[in-house]
């Protein structure tokens, strides 16, 4: 019945079918030509997705994120960014890098984010004097980061599939994630010595650099709150991403004034958008999900895998190898639903924590969305930075390299994700 | 991969279109302007009956709302199903486009068009099958509240209609204009 999905799905793929279409469709053809099991199974399914009450979580986490970013508050955060880095050598660069961090602690989407910063920094960056396809290259990079800071879209999805707690993965996602703009800024200050390139733009004062925390101060502090508020058990993280949205709410209206009703409207349709997307897919890999469980496709793997890899450090590598390839042509949602379920398994058959595993598949498969020759913050960076998609990879390995080497230590150094 | 590529100015098009472009703007008015009241509403009676109970868990000795966790399961399969079918009228839904973008422009309308067409066969049966479902759980009641689980059934046949209609009316500007009518995605609406 698997491979029947897999030659259906692949099909429908290649169609051009978007995957959570294709994931529902192809679930529903097997089941048809199996012919024994009730299509029934399909809704049934479904359904039970959308009873999921941490997936709540999901519409007021991008809700926040959109109420936060969208006023002036997005406006202060990428102030403070820019002031911040303007003095160091390859500091426009950087901005990217550091706005990233910030904004990744606000929002929990990276193609969101390498819009909304690209659009705003690489006009900037390019009048600075650094070449359009570098300036996209760093903007596809950096944008990744803000899939590991929290809150995380991808490891909410992936706290579903493996039963890993929210707050465990938030935590864990921290430390890479600042090792990977550590490594990104030293990169950019590299390039920017190696070309030449000095900033035009005067350093600011401390005065007003504290001036700048203390405006950005509220985002700053969101996603220490978030962890504190699932640490402590205030609540759960539903009921936090609702109170993230309260917190966004209050402070656009009373600290910075910029709530309107069109605001909070296009927020809630936003969020409710997205929401769509993503619970498509995660409807449409429960049912392939239960398909391929029903052929007991994640347990035979395990034992495969196993049996023929006896090392586990050549079993991390092959998942990793693996994730890389199917993160090129697949987004993250359905990469880490489809993949989680097999890879939870095998994890503990070779004693990797699947707090571990989370976090090196949300990132492996982040850099899948700006791996070369298809990657959607990739095609977005190009885009905004009128560069040719050749030129934006031939500027990208650099950055790439970095993202590697953290990939390979988070892989291998559990300290890095469990403490 | 989500689609990127700059908006083509099919909406001049549209408008010089004749009656049959007519419908599908009609349809794609009347589904949108559904389901976002669908998320209007649901979220936020979904965000004020969490707040709400958030606080009462801290304010309350009964240590919040007993109908807490109940209304949002009723309430959410509205919200994802209304996201979804906007979704596919915004053309949120992410889709690998490489085969697509390598074909002639009459290819990949043809070849957009089977795709439709399997969609639109696909939802109808599943539409179907979730009104079967809805009919088979009706008198599964939940404990405080008394709602049926039907209702989260018929919020998936409903979405199943709306996917329906806003695909025809995609499927119907592809075959009149051409693949660049088909709708690009704010980024802000595909969620990763």
Request: hydrophobic share 55%; proline share 6%.
């Amino acid at each position: 019945m698997s491979i029947i999905l897999v030659i259906v799905f692949t099909i429908l793929m290649l169609l051009a079918i978007p995957v959570g279409h294709a994931l529902v469709i192809a679930a529903g053809a097997t089941l048809a030509w199996q012919g024994e099991l009730p299509l029934m199974i399909v809704a049934q399914q479904m359904y039970q997705q959308t009873q999921s009450f941490p997936m709540l979580a999901l519409p007021f986490f991008m809700m926040a994120g959109s109420l936060m970013l969208g006023g002036k508050l997005g406006q202060e955060l990428l102030s403070f960014a820019t002031k911040s880095m303007q003095r160091w050598r390859g500091g426009p660069l950087s901005t990217t890098v550091v706005a990233s961090v910030v904004f990744g602690g606000v929002s929990g989407s990276a193609v969101a984010n390498a819009s909304a910063l690209g659009s705003v920094l690489i006009p900037w960056q390019k009048r600075q004097g650094y070449p359009a396809g570098l300036c996209a290259a760093n903007n596809a990079t950096s944008a990744v980061i803000d899939i590991l800071i929290p809150p995380s879209i991808p490891l909410i999805l992936y706290s579903l599939v493996s039963g890993v707690s929210i707050a465990d993965l938030f935590t864990a996602g921290i430390l890479p994630g600042i090792l990977m703009a550590g490594g990104f800024i030293l990169t950019c200050s590299w390039i920017a010595r190696r070309r030449g390139i000095h900033s035009e733009d005067p350093s600011v004062s401390r005065m007003e650099l504290l001036k700048l925390a203390v405006l950005s101060a509220p985002a700053l502090l969101m996603p220490i709150l978030i962890l504190l508020g699932l640490r402590f058990g205030i609540a759960t993280p539903t009921e936090i991403s609702v109170l993230a949205v309260i917190y966004a709410l209050a402070l656009s209206a009373l600290f910075y004034r910029d709530l309107t009703w069109q605001r909070f409207h296009h927020s809630l349709i936003e969020a409710g958008i997205a929401t769509g997307v993503v619970m498509l897919v995660i409807m449409g890999s429960a049912i392939v999900g239960w398909i391929l469980t029903f052929d007991q496709v994640p347990t035979r793997f395990a034992d495969w895998v196993s049996t023929t890899i006896s090392n586990p450090l050549l079993v991390i590598l092959a998942m990793n190898i693996l994730l890389l390839i199917v993160g090129m042509p697949l987004d993250l949602p359905p990469a880490i639903l489809l993949l989680g379920p097999i890879f939870v398994p095998l994890a503990a058959t070779i004693g990797l924590d699947p707090v571990q595993l989370g976090i090196i598949m949300v990132l492996n498969l982040g850099i899948g969305l700006y791996t070369p020759p298809i990657g959607t913050t990739l095609f977005i960076s190009s885009s905004i930075a009128r560069s040719t998609l050749a030129d934006t990879t031939r500027e990208l390995w650099p950055f790439f390299g970095v993202a590697m080497l953290v990939l390979l230590a988070v892989s291998y150094i559990p300290a890095l994700t469990i403490y | 991969m989500t689609r990127v590529a700059p908006v083509p100015h099919h909406e001049q098009e549209l408008a010089t279109g004749g009656g049959t472009l007519a419908v599908a703007n009609v349809i794609d008015r009347a589904v949108g302007f559904a389901c976002r009241s669908i998320i209007l509403l649901t979220g936020i009676a979904l965000l004020a009956i969490l707040t709400a109970n958030v606080v009462a868990r801290y304010v309350l000795e009964s240590g919040g709302f007993r109908f807490a966790q109940e209304l949002p399961e009723r309430l959410f399969p509205w919200f994802i199903m209304a996201g979804v079918a906007l979704a596919v009228q915004k053309g949120g839904h992410m889709a690998v486009e490489s085969v697509l973008s390598r074909l002639s422009r009459n290819g990949a309308r043809i070849m957009l068009l089977v795709g439709f067409a399997i969609i639109i066969a696909s939802y109808a049966i599943l539409g179907w099958e979730a009104l079967g479902v809805a009919d088979i759980v009706s008198i599964e009641k939940s404990p405080v509240l008394g709602l049926s689980s039907s209702y989260s059934y018929y919020a998936l046949a409903l979405g199943c209609a709306a996917v329906i209609l806003t695909t025809f009316a995609l499927a119907l500007r592809v075959a009149l204009i051409g693949p660049e009518a088909m709708p690009t995605p704010d980024p802000e609406e595909t969620g990763i």
